[in-house]
Every structure is written in C-alpha cells, then in structure tokens.
C-alpha cells in the first residue's frame, strides 16, 4: 500500500471493518435466538449425541473468536503502536 490518501484508508479499511463489524452484530443475534433455542430444547431433551455435536461447534466458535480477539488487538496495535521508549529492548537478544 504506497498511496495512504484518506480516501484510499476510508476504501481499504475502514469500510470493510463496518462490514465485519455489523456480520459480526448479526452473527451475535443469531447466536442469541440458539441461546434461547438452546434453553428450550435442553428442557425438553437429554439427548447426548446432539449435546455433544452442540458442544463441538462451540468449541470451533470459541476458537474462531479467539482468532478474532487476537487480530483485532493486532490491528489495534498497528493502529496505535507503543513508542519506542516503552517497547522492550530486543537488540541484544540471546540466542
């Protein structure tokens, strides 16, 4: 990315952060609706092989946001980088 004009900032990041970011509010409402989806069926049910087949894909919902915890902080970080006075020293590294 040569040209930084804030035109070109506003088409190659900030709009596709909206993006993600109202996939993401809806992703959260759907997941919402399966909570309560979730609180019913388990009332009504003990079926053990659809709890576990449910536990599975949370624990793949987990990890992705993880990864999305973890790539936000980065591109926060990148937004907002710590002075070099706050950074740890890492010239003299031991190898």
């Known amino acids: 990315m040569t040209d930084s004009s804030p035109a070109n900032l506003q ?30 069926y388990a009332k009504q049910s003990g079926d053990a092989a659809i709890g576990s087949q449910i536990t599975a894909q949370l624990g793949r919902i987990n ?4 990864l999305i915890r973890g790539l936000t902080s ?10 070099a006075s706050t950074r740890p020293d890492t010239s003299q590294r031991e190898d």
């Open 11 to 40: 088409l190659a990041i900030v709009l596709p952060l909206g993006v993600v970011a109202n996939q993401l509010m809806r992703i959260e409402a759907d997941l919402r609706f399966l909570n309560m989806k979730t609180f019913v």
């Open 63 to 66: 990890q992705a946001l993880d």
């Open 74 to 83: 980065d591109i926060a970080a990148d937004m907002y980088p710590k002075p």
